[in-house]
């Protein structure tokens, strides 16, 4: 038996109220949330018309070998960004003609392995060996409205189509937890002798991913012990743990700091969540949300051709801070990242651009005040692997956040999340 896919009332009108405009196809994503028995689907977007395809497809042979791998690749990219914590970028889907109805299957399989290639390397996290595999290609006939869909194993590029049920129900986009939390970062990347020729972008990347190895592999304690993993999120037995970690220090030639309080936010479907689902979330966000900072960063520095400093000189610069916005209809926020010279205006129409739908700049939510996280890089310094401070303490830095665990209005429980070195303890209060 194939998956099922629980999809939002509001996603089938989005998708039935498309016009192909004289088009032979229209593709784009399918964005929600993978679970062990079901995945749940709250949005889809059109990939938004390159300028030149607006003129040239009405003229070109109607064939799927048109459709631009690249550009719908970038746009998973954009959106995936756009994502918080829990959510994904769940397949592909394509709205054809009549005359192309039993010639789409090739096509939409190719972008769905090209999709799931493009944002996968680009996370500084991998998923584990329980979580869904599958990925969703949906046809829809722009005539007589017919619907395949069907699941390929990401893992395996030559395995075959399963078939899969594709429901719609109204008022899922409301049941969800949000879980909500400030992460006071403060990241130090020593370079290495040979590392200071590399650039910037480079060095803080592989900075990142031994970052990121700590953040995956942390203790959670909740109230000072270690939660059973597979208990419910608001329960569960507490187990003993004593892990501890060491620090590492060796001299270098240079480093690259991040410091700052970035707001992270992620989402868990409210049918019986588990501790690990929430933790995994919130780690996962934690982990986008920075790398995101950082890549919106080098991209402003390359398209603006600023030129990285050389020797002894000290580079700084602001990381981009979070804007949230409501999903139509649903308590689930999606967000986007703000420099301090773009305008409310500029960060609505990239919204509504990515995601095709209306967004008002009223709806924008500022996660963050101005100039919360910056980068900065230098030469010549002696750093340790695991002390994240300019001057070196004689005991560990401890970096607090705050996780709220709201269910629609009401909050239903709050954590204080405390990483210490490589450990990390959640503290649970209950209403």
């Known amino acids: ?176 937890l949000s879980l909500e939390c400030t992460v006071h970062i403060n990241i130090h990347i020593p370079l290495s002798a040979t590392s200071v020729s590399y650039t910037l972008e480079k060095n803080t990347k592989n900075g990142l991913t031994r970052w990121a190895k700590e953040i995956e592999n942390g ?17 569960g037995q507490l187990l003993n743990s004593d892990h501890r970690s060491t620090a590492t220090v060796q001299i270098c030639s240079g480093s690259v700091n991040l410091k700052g309080a970035v707001k992270c936010r992620a989402y868990i479907h409210s049918s019986k969540p588990k501790v690990k689902d929430a933790v995994q979330a919130v780690k996962r966000d934690i982990l986008n949300t920075v790398a995101d900072r950082c890549e919106i960063l080098f991209e402003d520095l390359l398209l603006n051709e600023i030129p990285e400093k050389k020797d002894s000189e000290k580079e700084f610069h602001v990381l981009p801070y979070r804007v949230f916005v409501p999903l139509p209809g649903s308590t689930v926020m999606l967000c986007d990242y703000k420099f301090d010279d773009e305008s409310a205006e500029e960060i609505r129409d990239h919204f509504m651009e990515m995601l095709d739908h209306t967004i008002k700049i009223e709806d924008l939510e500022i996660a963050e005040e101005t100039n919360t996280a910056c980068m900065s890089s230098s030469m010549n310094s002696r750093a340790s692997l695991d002390n994240t401070d300019d001057e070196q303490p004689k005991q560990p830095i401890k970096t607090t956040m705050l996780l709220k665990i709201q269910q629609n209005i009401g909050v239903i429980a709050a954590f204080t999340v405390a990483v210490l070195a490589a450990g990390i303890s959640f503290h649970y209060f209950s209403d």
């Open 1 to 176: 038996m194939g998956r099922t896919y629980i999809v939002e009332e509001t996603v089938g009108q989005y998708l039935s109220n498309i016009d192909l405009q004289g088009k032979a196809f229209v593709s784009g994503l399918l964005i929600g949330q993978c679970s062990s028995q079901k995945d749940y689907v709250i949005l889809a977007t059109r990939t938004p018309p390159k300028e030149e395809q607006s003129e040239n497809l009405k003229h070109l042979k109607a064939k799927l070998d048109n459709l631009d791998e690249e550009w719908a690749t970038e746009h998973a990219c954009q959106v995936s960004r756009m994502l918080p914590g829990g959510l994904l970028v769940l397949g592909v889907f394509i709205i054809t003609t009549l005359e192309l109805a039993n010639d789409f299957q090739n096509a939409l399989r190719r972008l769905m392995f090209a999709v799931e290639k493009s944002i996968n390397r680009k996370r500084l996290w991998n998923f584990t060996e329980e979580e869904v595999s599958e990925r969703v290609t949906l046809h829809i006939c722009a005539s007589t409205k017919k619907i395949f869909c069907r699941t390929y194993d990401i893992h395996d590029p030559k395995s075959s189509a399963r078939p899969a049920d594709w429901k719609y129900q109204s008022g899922l986009s409301s049941s969800w």
């Open 219 to 235: 203790v959670y304690l909740i109230n000072g012990q270690v939660k059973d993993e597979d208990c419910d999120l608001l329960e």
